[in-house]
């Protein structure tokens, strides 16, 4: 990579990186999603980061972030910043790596879906095994919180997170190609009624996981 390259890389990389963390603070004045789950949209910008530059460098920032907000923003210390790096890693790497190998929206689609499914999965296994040793409660108070709670909070804040990248993934690549920082794409050839149809789509995944999160916690 010739050193401008490098030099833009590493100048978006850290935008991405603040970005991320300015999210974070934000969402931090939201109510949690279940109990004492709270939902996070940093996911948006690292997997943005993913798409552009592949799973590794938003495996750094991801740490980069997470590392920064252990220092403060979060209460739960290591094992907090351990659980963020993880849950964003299972997210945004395997959809990264497959848009990587994909370049197309089906690509985007397939990548994300897979992400969604390998956070859950593996935030299942980890919030068993973690979250009695940090919030002091049995395991067996954890098991009961599995299905009702974690599994669905997950999905749904997977959910809402790869909406919101399919609908301004498009315009925020578009401005970073517009200040030079990266370089302009081979010509698209994906058909403007297949774009229109995913936002769609987006849009719809987007306002019934909200509502679906409404009517869990009794606000519909």
């Known amino acids: 990579m010739q050193k401008s390259q490098r030099t833009k890389q590493l100048t978006t990389m850290a935008m991405m990186a603040a970005l991320a963390y300015i999210v974070t603070m934000v969402s931090k004045g939201l109510p949690p999603m279940f109990l004492f789950l709270r939902y996070d949209p940093k996911d948006i910008v690292l997997a943005i980061t993913g798409f552009i530059y592949g799973p590794f460098s938003a495996f750094l920032v ?103 990248i399919m609908i301004i993934y498009k315009p925020v690549v578009e401005t970073l190609r517009k200040v030079h920082l990266i370089p302009q794409s081979h010509p698209n050839t994906e058909k403007a009624q297949s774009r229109a149809g995913i936002l769609l789509v987006s849009l719809l995944v987007l306002a019934t996981s909200v509502l679906i999160v409404m009517i869990l916690n009794g606000r519909f």
């Open 62 to 164: 991801s740490v980069l972030v997470s590392l920064i907000e252990m220092f403060t923003l979060s209460e739960t210390g290591v094992i907090g910043f351990f659980m963020n790096v993880l849950a964003s890693t299972a997210l945004v790497a395997p959809a990264a790596l497959i848009y990587k190998r994909r370049r197309t929206l089906k690509g985007a689609v397939y990548g994300l879906i897979s992400g969604i499914l390998t956070m859950t999965l593996v935030m299942l296994l980890w919030n068993y095994i973690i979250t009695p040793i940090y919030m002091g409660i049995p395991r067996e108070k954890v098991v009961e919180l599995l299905v009702p709670a974690i599994l669905p909070f997950n999905l749904i804040k997977g959910s809402i997170n790869a909406a919101l």
